[in-house]
């Protein structure tokens, strides 16, 4: 989906009128008020373009804020490793999903109980923000994040844990999935 119209090798200015013609057409993307971004470059080019689509299409500049609490769960030891360094690395200490073999601990790495309250404390944050008040039309928020703190914020809209988080489907580079307040 997005992965192919958006990438950090390619101009931002280039990619818009792509980006938007493929957000107009997707009922979730479509009407977003406000963008929040991790503040790792990846994330943040593709809500730097998004953002350029979204308020071209528009009309009108759609706010980019960077959230530091989006960014990618800190991975301590493991951060650059290859993937066959998982598990030697983090002491067999890890849980099989469907397609990801997540790393419990490793030496100096958020766990997922850290990444869950760092998730709740970014809802609560976004609520106290943008929360529905009784007679208002509720601001359509989009969240450009990384998949571990993704699934953790999941977790909190559904009231998972992060066990369930971590074991329910994957969820693709560029996904969009509505958290519904």
């Known amino acids: 989906m997005l992965r192919s119209l958006v990438g950090s090798e390619m101009c931002i200015r280039d990619r818009a009128k792509e980006v938007a013609a493929h957000i107009s057409g997707d009922p979730v993307l479509s009407?977003?008020?406000l963008i929040y971004s991790s503040p790792l470059q990846r994330a943040h080019t593709t809500a730097s373009t998004i953002q350029a689509a979204l308020s071209a299409a528009n009309k009108t500049a759609v706010p980019l804020t960077v959230l530091d609490d989006l960014i990618e769960r800190d991975f301590g030891v493991l951060s650059g490793r290859p993937y066959s360094d998982i598990?030697?690395?983090?002491?067999?200490d890890t849980l099989q999903s469907d397609k990801v073999n997540y790393f419990l601990s490793a030496e100096g790495s958020e766990t997922f109980p850290e990444c869950l309250a760092r998730a709740e404390r970014t809802i609560l944050h976004l609520l106290s923000e943008h929360g529905v008040e009784e007679g208002t039309t509720p601001k359509k928020v989009l969240l450009v994040c990384h998949g571990d703190i993704g699934k953790m914020l999941l977790a909190v809209r559904k009231g998972w844990t992060w066990k369930e988080a971590l074991l329910s489907p994957y969820i693709a580079n560029t996904a969009v999935l509505p958290l519904q307040w």
Request: charged residues 10%.
């Open 31 to 33: 009407g977003i008020d």
């Open 87 to 92: 598990v030697p690395l983090s002491g067999g």
